[in-house]
């Protein structure tokens, strides 16, 4: 069974957070082109009849590709592969690219979750994020009314000049809509981002902090799980396709500028548009070391809130690895603590993830 990534990097406008693969095009034809180069990518690289367990379309911005273009990708995808066990498909929007008709359309042609980057509800942060935002209420309701499967929200925090007032206005808003799934990020001044030389407006980190300690221990109280370091959801609703991941499963990326992880074997495409679009995917293939391969894996498994079984440590790491590990993970009991033979994140943990890595990644 293969988890899928779709990588379709068009979008409207550049928002001053992003790094990422994107680019600022509403050319159809373009579109076109990229769509025709993914379909053989596909044929070059999945065999015909593959059981397909979930297919996830992330950006740049999916949804601005037409509903004729998304029928088309996906009646080919349909012809050539299993999807009887298919548990999610999933696509990332734009509330601005989101119509009745192509909401309806997502249903028709089979799409189960759709996960809307709003970000903020706050007009005031809008310019910063360089977001317009006028179409997230509408975009929400022609949601609420037209669309059966699950829906996530990503949020961010930390904005310049954010009060708590804010934040709390923020998650009220949030939560008065009753959808199944949320992720919360803080804001990050990443390189190469257009707010990377803006450090000066970033908030202090105890601020930070003290958003996130409010922000989440308000959702935990209103019954929704923490499943992940930022990921909450209600009724189960967890993104399949992201926790697959964080499982350490395999993963098969398609598009420009994705990657594919099937056991060490690592496939980076091209992030070149025109190389793409000539069926130049691949940029490189390399097989992970065993020391690249562990600290991926754990970094990947200490972000669920559920915890890491000494078992499956056990299974990854050589038994001297395992012991340094342990020696390690015993320096912070207030970030892991060790429960039933499994190691959990404390909610101190939780908050200095990045910190926990540092420690007892070997
Ligand atoms: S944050 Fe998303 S929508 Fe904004 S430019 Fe980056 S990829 Fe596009």
Same mark, same amino acid.
């Not at 409010?214 to 499943?227: E, L, R, T, V």
């Given at each position: 069974?293969?988890?899928?990534?779709? $990588?379709?990097?068009?979008?409207?406008?550049?928002?001053?957070?992003? #790094?990422?693969?994107?680019?600022?095009?509403?050319?159809?034809?373009?579109y076109?082109k990229y769509?025709e180069?993914?379909?053989?990518?596909? #044929?070059?690289r999945?065999?015909?009849?593959?059981?397909?367990?979930?297919?996830y !379309?992330?950006?740049?911005?999916?949804?601005?590709?037409?509903?004729?273009?998304?029928?088309?990708?996906?009646?080919?995808?349909?012809?050539?592969?299993?999807?009887?066990?298919?548990?999610?498909?999933?696509i990332?929007?734009?509330p601005?690219?989101?119509?009745? &008709?192509?909401?309806k359309?997502?249903?028709?042609?089979?799409?189960?979750?759709?996960s809307?980057?709003?970000?903020?509800?706050?007009?005031?942060?809008?310019?910063?994020?360089?977001?317009?935002?006028d179409?997230?209420?509408?975009?929400?309701?022609?949601?609420?009314?037209?669309? $059966?499967?699950?829906?996530?929200?990503?949020?961010?925090?930390?904005?310049?000049?954010?009060?708590?007032?804010?934040?709390?206005?923020?998650?009220?808003?949030?939560?008065?809509?009753?959808?199944?799934?949320?992720?919360?990020?803080?804001?990050d001044?990443?390189?190469?981002?257009?707010i990377?030389?803006?450090?000066?407006?970033?908030?202090?980190?105890?601020?930070?902090?003290r958003?996130?300690n409010?922000?989440?221990?308000?959702?935990?109280?209103?019954?929704?799980?923490?499943?992940e370091?930022?990921?909450?959801?209600?009724?189960n609703?967890?993104?399949?396709?992201?926790?697959?991941?964080?499982k350490?499963?395999d993963?098969m990326?398609?598009?420009?500028?994705?990657?594919?992880?099937?056991?060490r074997?690592?496939?980076?495409? #091209?992030?070149n548009?025109?190389?793409?679009?000539?069926?130049?995917?691949?940029?490189?293939?390399?097989?992970?070391?065993n020391?690249?391969?562990?600290?991926?894996?754990?970094q990947?498994?200490f972000?669920?809130r &559920?915890?890491?079984?000494?078992a499956?440590?056990?299974?990854?790491?050589?038994?001297?690895?395992f012991?340094?590990?342990?020696?390690?993970?015993? #320096?912070?009991p207030?970030?892991v603590?060790?429960?039933?033979?499994? !190691?959990?994140?404390? &909610?101190?943990?939780v908050?200095?993830y990045?910190?926990?890595?540092g420690?007892?990644?070997?």
């Open positions: 069974m293969q988890n899928i990534y779709v $990588h379709i990097p068009f979008c409207q406008k550049l928002c001053s957070y992003c #790094t990422f693969s994107k680019i600022i095009s509403s050319d159809e034809k373009i076109k769509i180069a993914l379909k053989k990518e596909f #044929t070059l999945l065999q015909d009849g593959a059981k397909i367990k979930t297919l !379309f992330g950006g740049g911005t999916p949804s601005i590709l037409s509903l004729e273009i998304m029928k088309d990708l996906f009646s080919f995808l349909y012809k050539k592969y299993d999807f009887s066990g298919c548990v999610e498909i999933c990332e929007c734009h601005s690219t989101l119509s009745e &008709e192509k909401v359309g997502y249903q028709e042609i089979g799409i189960t979750r759709l809307i980057g709003v970000q903020t509800f706050l007009k005031k942060f809008e310019t910063f994020l360089s977001r317009p935002g179409d997230i209420f509408r975009a929400l309701e022609v949601v609420k009314k037209h669309f $059966h499967g699950d829906v996530s929200l990503d949020m961010i925090f930390g904005y310049p000049n954010q009060t708590e007032k804010d934040a709390q206005e923020d998650l009220e808003k949030l939560l008065s809509y009753d959808f199944s799934h949320v992720s919360y990020y803080a804001l001044y990443k390189k190469n981002s257009l990377e030389k803006q450090e000066a407006s970033r908030l202090p980190f105890e601020k930070v902090q958003f996130y409010n922000i989440f221990s308000a959702m935990k109280n209103q019954g929704w799980n923490q499943y370091i930022y990921n909450f959801s209600k009724q609703k967890k993104s399949l396709h992201n926790l697959a991941f964080w350490g499963e993963y990326g398609f598009g420009l500028s994705s990657v594919s992880c099937v056991g074997e690592v496939c980076e495409n #091209t992030k548009i025109m190389h793409y679009i000539e069926g130049k995917y691949s940029d490189d293939i390399y097989t992970m070391n020391a690249d391969y562990t600290e991926l894996m754990i990947r498994f972000r669920l &559920e915890g890491v079984s000494m499956v440590l056990k299974d990854l790491l050589s038994e001297n690895n012991m340094q590990l342990y020696e390690n993970i015993k #320096t912070i207030s970030w603590e060790e429960k039933d033979n499994t !190691f959990v994140l404390t &909610e101190e943990g908050m200095n990045d910190e926990v890595m420690v007892i990644v070997l």
